[in-house]
Structures are given as C-alpha cells and as structure tokens.
C-alpha cells in the first residue's frame, strides 16, 4: 500500500527537549496549513497509556527487562493500528514522541539485551511501518538530566531514575542507530538555545515535506 501521509519520530535522551521542540514544530506546520497529529510513545491512546503507567511506575523495580521489551511493544502496536496507521492513510503529518529507536537504544543497547533480538519482537508488532524521517536530539545526559531537574516539574520515572552510566549507553545506543540508518536519522546538537534547536529541525522537516508533496 502507498503511504499518504508522513511520518516522524523524535528521539534522544532525557530531557533532550524532544517534546517542547516538536509541539513548537507542530504548531509551526500547523499554521501553515498542514494536517498534523502529534502523539507519543509509549502511549497516545487508552491501552498504550495504561501500558505506559505499567512500565514506568518507580514501584516496578522488579521488571524483567525483556518483559519491559515486549511491553514497549505492545504499546507500539496498539498506538500504531489505532491512531499512527489511520492518520498516515488519512494523509496526515505524525509527529511521534519515541517510537521504535527508542526501544533499539534502551532496552536493545543499554539494557544489554541486543538490537537484533529488539528489532525481532518489533517487525512483529509494527511489520515494516517506520518513520519517514526520524530526528535524533543528540545530547550529553547528564546536561538533559540537570534540565528535568531544574525547570520541568514533571515526576521522575522508572527509567529517568537509572544511572547516569545507563543513560550514557542509552545516546550510545542511539549514535550507534545512525551508522545503521544514515538516511533515516537526522542527529541535531540539542545542547543549543529552543529557538536554534527548533530553527534546524524546521529545516530538516520542511526539505523532506517539500520533497514528497
Ligand atoms: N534547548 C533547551 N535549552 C534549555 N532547556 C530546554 C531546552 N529544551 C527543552 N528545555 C527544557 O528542558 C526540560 C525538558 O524538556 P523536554 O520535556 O522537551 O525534553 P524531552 O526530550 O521531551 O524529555 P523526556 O524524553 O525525558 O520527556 C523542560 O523543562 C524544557 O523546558
Ligand atoms: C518508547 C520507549 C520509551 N522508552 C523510555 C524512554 C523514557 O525513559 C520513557 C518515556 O518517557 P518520556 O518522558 O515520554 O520520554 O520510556 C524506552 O525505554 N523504550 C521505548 O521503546
């Protein structure tokens, strides 16, 4: 089947400035005319934010990290046949928080359990549906970290709480995804002002839009 609409996911580590820039995109593409549905992962509908709440719930402690895996993609799944699928038919503009990348750089690399295993369980779950354009916040973690501490005010979850030498193996993870997937991947320095940040990704954004339509 031919995709009508776009698709794309943002990625990074914590407290890269993923979800401030891309609302600002969002809107930005928004007032331009164009159809756009942002969302998240895990999560975006029903099932998968009670998923969400299951996985990252700082009472978990106990959580098999395959099990974590699988639950990830169950997310993934329900999220992309009820809202991702139908909006990208419709020919709508997603713009993922997370997606799969997420899952090949936490619980493929950091979690140790491999990248090849995480992408099995997950051409299950999502088949051959990835982003059209994925951007990477690229950023050291402990600069992310010291932001959720200092201005969001949101609770910290099960995976914020991990170790900064886990967090590291997370953007490891995540530079290693772009030798994987050159074209797909966009990394950005991330560790700039909002307004530079959203200014590239803009840019990046527009060139593919323009590209396809
Ligand atoms: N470029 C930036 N410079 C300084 N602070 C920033 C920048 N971008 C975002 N922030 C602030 O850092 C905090 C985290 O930002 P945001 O929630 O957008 O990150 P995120 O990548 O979505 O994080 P997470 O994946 O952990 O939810 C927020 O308080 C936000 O206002
Ligand atoms: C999709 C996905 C997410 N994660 C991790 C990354 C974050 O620590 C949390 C989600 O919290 P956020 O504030 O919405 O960024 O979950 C993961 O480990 N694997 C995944 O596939």
Known sequence: MTKKGYFISSEGPEGAGK????????DKLKAEGYEVVMTREPGGISISEKIRDIILDT??????????????AAARRQHLVEKVQ???????????????????????HARG??????????????????PDKTILFDIEPRIGLARIDAHSGREKNRLD???LAFHEKVREGYLSL????????????ANRSIEEVLEEVYKVVKQELEIIR
């Open 19 to 26: 979800t401030t820039v891309m609302n600002l995109l969002g």
């Open 59 to 72: 009472e978990h402690t106990m959580m098999d990290s395959r099990t974590e895996a699988l639950l990830y």
């Open 86 to 108: 139908p909006a990208i038919d419709a020919g709508k503009i997603v713009i993922c928080d997370r997606f799969i990348d997420s899952s090949l750089a936490y619980q493929g």
């Open 113 to 130: 359990i491999g990248i090849e295993e995480i992408l099995v369980i997950n051409q299950f779950a999502i088949g051959e549906m990835m």
């Open 161 to 163: 709480v991990e170790s």
């Open 178 to 189: 772009v030798e994987r997937y050159p074209k797909r991947i966009q990394v950005i320095d």
